[in-house]
């Protein structure tokens, strides 16, 4: 298949994915010409799916019939609803369902992670991440460094596209890793970036920091 920027070979391969009856099952935001928008957010809010509604509701009525008791109700508790999400998770990212947890949010997650690995030394103190990542992830990094009395400007590397590029190679930041593996303690890189949509090659930039002992802590697939 050769690849064209015309609009008729876009409207070809929508025509043949077999994914497209998706489309469907969500809500799409009206222009003012009263047509469904493009709609390209998905990295901060993605679409409305058509059946939240009901689900949200659903919950909302276990809140209001019984209270407090809704953390153990039949259907849907709230006490164990990680459990019916271990499975699914687990074929998702590839891993086995004791590997998995659904919990928190991405941001509490990250703190929660660099409490129990970001141990930095005298020497290894640095963290490695992409630019651009998602705000909220750059945030609880600079968090994280402060918290142990450390700057930013000096314990947090930044893997940036080159000149005249919009994405990181990967082999810039395995490169990166080799030329600062004394002073890596953490290398944090985002499977699917938020803003490009570039995808990373994890297993690669894991193995190259799994070399040198640092840790990479980004989930393989993100929210």
């Not at 369902?97 to 509490?108: A, F, G, Q, R």
């Not at 190679?169 to 890189?189: F, G, P, S, T």
Request: aromatic share 8%.
């Amino acid at each position: 298949m050769q690849f064209s920027t015309d609009e008729r070979f876009a409207k070809q391969l929508d025509a043949e994915d077999p994914l497209r009856g998706f489309r469907d099952k969500f809500h799409l935001p009206l222009g003012k010409d009263g047509k469904p928008v493009i709609y390209f957010a998905g990295n901060s809010l993605g679409l409305m799916p058509k059946p939240a509604r009901a689900v949200v509701d659903e919950e909302l009525d276990n809140w209001a019939r019984l209270g407090v008791d809704a953390h153990h109700a039949t259907g849907t508790p709230w006490y164990t609803y990680h459990e019916p999400l271990r499975e699914p998770t687990a074929r998702l990212v590839g891993a086995k369902p004791i590997e998995v947890i659904c919990m928190n949010s991405l941001t509490v997650n990250l703190h929660l992670m660099l409490a129990t690995f970001y141990r930095p030394a005298k020497s290894r103190f640095k963290i490695l991440m992409e630019d651009p990542a998602f705000p909220s992830d750059t945030y609880a990094i600079k968090t994280q460094i402060v918290h142990h009395g450390l700057d930013p400007k000096d314990a947090l590397m930044l893997a940036r596209p080159r000149q005249g590029e919009f994405t990181v190679r990967n082999e810039d930041i395995v490169d990166l890793i080799e030329k600062n593996r004394d002073q890596l303690a953490v290398v944090m890189i985002g499977a699917v970036n938020f803003f490009t949509g570039q995808l990373h090659d994890i297993e690669k930039i894991t193995t190259a920091a799994q070399k040198h002992g640092s840790h990479r802590q980004r989930p393989a697939v993100t929210a």
